[in-house]
């Protein structure tokens, strides 16, 4: 089945927002179409609405997996193992707080996966009108500062209505080239927990000399911070300035030469969170 595309989601607890944004999943368009679940230790309901969410899966003609874990092995760890067990050519990442909004996502992304394209994002918006960006692609300035493309901004802005190469992309959703990761080792447990592992990532693979798309014309929604925030194992301010170190050691002499946003651009930009609660539907577009 060279068609296949294998989407690879992780969870920890969470299930009230596993069970909103995962199902929106199966009303995409391709098929063949697997759907990789790897649980890190959920004890909060999350495996057994799983095994409710198996006959739904079926009846979508989507094939589901779920790989068990006793506790949070961490997010690199996680992800290697559902890229281990992933069959189709093209792979998936996708946070379980991410839901549809094009159901013809996985084609577009796909169509960009050509020549020396490794992994290509979509356009990830907010899921409450008007849809404003939250993530279109990633930055990094020559000091090593992160700047999330777009975000905050209308997401008709002409700035971030256009496909190009960007330095990063945030693996909350992205498709990727099954055997480039196989290639460079797949996601570095150094970053365990989580935090940076992404960018990582992206960097040891345009490294070895691939690139990476950013596709406007696929969109997603984003809850934003939901999957791991307010989990008591995963202090994210420490973890953010930990790994962002270690990112900056290991990549510095790549990104001090690249053309990046100036620092003065990547001052983080505070948005309300948006709640599961809060969002009534979550209306896909064809």
């Known amino acids: 089945m060279s068609d296949l595309i294998s989407i690879v989601t992780l969870t920890h607890n969470k299930v009230d927002v596993t069970r909103r944004c995962l199902p929106t999943l199966l009303r995409s368009h391709h098929r063949p179409l697997e759907l990789i679940v790897v649980d890190n230790g959920s004890n909060d309901g999350t495996r057994e609405w799983l095994q409710e969410f198996a006959a739904d899966a079926t009846a979508a003609d989507v094939e589901l997996r779920v790989v068990l874990n006793e506790g949070n092995i961490g997010c690199s760890t996680a992800r290697n193992q559902g890229a281990a067990a992933a069959r189709g050519k093209n792979l998936v990442y996708i946070d379980n707080d991410v839901a549809l909004r094009n159901r013809n996502w996985l084609a577009i992304l796909a169509a960009d996966l050509v020549d020396d ?124 300035i930990k790994h962002g170190l270690l990112f900056k050691e290991r990549w510095k002499h790549m990104f001090e030469q690249e053309d990046g946003p100036p620092d003065a651009t990547t001052r983080w930009k505070k948005i309300p969170a948006v709640s599961i609660d809060a969002v009534a539907d979550l209306p896909d577009i064809e």
């Open 117 to 240: 394209i490794a992994i290509v994002g979509p356009r990830i918006v907010y899921p409450i009108e008007p849809y404003r960006i939250q993530c279109a692609g990633v930055g990094i300035s020559r000091t090593g500062r992160v700047q999330f493309r777009g975000r905050g901004e209308p997401r008709n802005d002409p700035r971030f209505d256009s496909a190009r190469d960007v330095q990063c992309l945030i693996s909350a959703c992205w498709m990727m080239k099954g055997d480039v990761l196989r290639d460079v080792g797949g996601f570095d447990e150094a970053f365990n927990p989580v935090e940076y592992e992404d960018f990582d990532l992206c960097y040891r693979i345009r490294s070895a000399g691939h690139r990476i798309r950013y596709q406007p014309a696929a969109e997603m929604y984003h809850f934003e911070s939901v999957t791991t925030g307010g989990t008591p194992s995963l202090p994210n301010r420490y973890l953010i």
